[in-house]
Structure formats: structure tokens, C-alpha cells
């Protein structure tokens, strides 16, 4: 079945990075873009940029530019995304999510659940 | 950027009522690009409906959509328990970012 496994959750200081993954199985990898969603606590989901896991071209959200990239290895049907200038503002779940089935998001990966904290 | 305004922010209802949850966009969203989620906690979130009124697989026929331009609902006809959770609306149209609503948070009277 279609499936997107995460990375496990991660604890970084202000200012660090971290890079999660999104292993995919159960389908065409190249087929199907890939997007990365956030939710803080208690606050809404947010997105934060997706890319073309043919071209490996990416788009993101102006409020993360220059701090986010979402790159992809089609060997490992695998995508990263990496944050980088973590503050505590940063502390979310972190979802993978794919439309195979429809027009929206209709597969999503479990959650990493980062914790930036000094 | 599209601003998705969801009312009310709770719904208190119990089991067999009708819910109602709105979703209102700062300018007009096609249809083809409104989706709505089911989100319980701890977990993450569940596609309900796509397209406005397009039912995603495995979804009850208990939950249906409609509406256009700059106004949608998501109605669930007879409340189960397991339907008590968190609803947001979300547009994914062609221009970035992608916008989700602040949600409707259905939970038991």
C-alpha cells in the first residue's frame, strides 16, 4: 500500500539545523510531487514548500525561503527537507505529504516532531 | 496569499446531529483546488474531501461538500463518535503558498 514513513523526532538549539526524511513505498515516486506541512502546537498546518520529484524543482513558501530546502533521492524513493536557523518558534511536527489518489493531499507521512530548545 | 477563515471556531453537537463548518476565502478559489481534512489528536491529518465535493476513498457518505468562489461548507450529515475531532479547509491552487484554515474543532455537548 501507499505509504510515507518519517524520520524520528529530533531535539536542536537555536540556530542549529535538522533534516528530516520521508521514505515513500507503494507507488511511482517520480510520479507524484511532495510537499512538506508543519503544525505547532495548538496552531494550524502550514505549508511550507513542495517539490517535483521528476525535475527535482522546488517552490517554497516565502516565509521559510532561505532557510528551507527539499531535495530527493529517486535511488531511495526517499525526500529530505532541512531547516536551517532553528529558533523555538520552529518547534512543530513536521508531515510529508502526496496526492497519489487525488487532487489534495491524500497520503501523508506519520510526523517528526522537532523540538528546538536551548 | 489566500486567507481561509473557518467558523464557527467550536462546535458543541451530539451524536446523530448535523454539523455545519464554514470556510471563507479572502478572494475567490476554484473549486478544483478546495480540500478539507479531518485531524484527531496525535495524528495526522486525513483527507476528507477534494474538489470542493469530491469525496476522497474510504470517506463515509455521511460527509459531503459544496460551495464556490469565496464560500464552502462541509457537512456532516449524522455525527458518529469517531467523527469528533478537528476540521480544516485548505486551498492548493496553481499560485503558492498553499493555505489552510484555522479550524473547526467538533467536539461532544
Known amino acids: 500500500q501507499v505509504q510515507l514513513v518519517q524520520s524520528g523526532a529530533e531535539v536542536k538549539k537555536p540556530g542549529a539545523s535538522v533534516k528530516g526524511s520521508c521514505k515513500t513505498s507503494?507507488?511511482?515516486?517520480?510520479?507524484?510531487?511532495m510537499h512538506w506541512v508543519r503544525q505547532a502546537p495548538g496552531q494550524r498546518l502550514e505549508w511550507m514548500g513542495w517539490?517535483?520529484?521528476?525535475?527535482?524543482?522546488?517552490r517554497y513558501s516565502q516565509k521559510f525561503q532561505g532557510r528551507v530546502t527539499i531535495t530527493r533521492d529517486t535511488s531511495a524513493s526517499t525526500v529530505y527537507m532541512e531547516l536551517s536557523s532553528l529558533r523555538s518558534e520552529d518547534t512543530a511536527v513536521y508531515y510529508c505529504a502526496t496526492n497519489v489518489g487525488a487532487t489534495a493531499f491524500d497520503v501523508w507521512g506519520q510526523g517528526t516532531m522537532v523540538t528546538v530548545s536551548s | 496569499e489566500i486567507v481561509l477563515t473557518q467558523s464557527p471556531g467550536t462546535l458543541s453537537l451530539s451524536p446523530g446531529e448535523r454539523a455545519t463548518l464554514s470556510c471563507r476565502a479572502s478572494q475567490s478559489v476554484s473549486s478544483t483546488y478546495l480540500a478539507w481534512y479531518q485531524q484527531k489528536p496525535g495524528q495526522a491529518p486525513r483527507l476528507l474531501i477534494y474538489?470542493?465535493?469530491s469525496r476522497a476513498t474510504g470517506i463515509p457518505d455521511r460527509f459531503s461538500g459544496s460551495g464556490s468562489g469565496t464560500d464552502f461548507t462541509l457537512t456532516i450529515s449524522r455525527l458518529e463518535p469517531e467523527d469528533f475531532a478537528v476540521y480544516y479547509c485548505q486551498q492548493h491552487g496553481t499560485s503558492p503558498p498553499l493555505t489552510f484554515g484555522g479550524g473547526t474543532k467538533v467536539e461532544i455537548k
Open positions: 507503494g507507488y511511482s515516486f517520480t510520479w507524484y510531487p
Open positions: 517539490i517535483n520529484t521528476g525535475n527535482g524543482d522546488t
Open positions: 474538489g470542493a465535493s
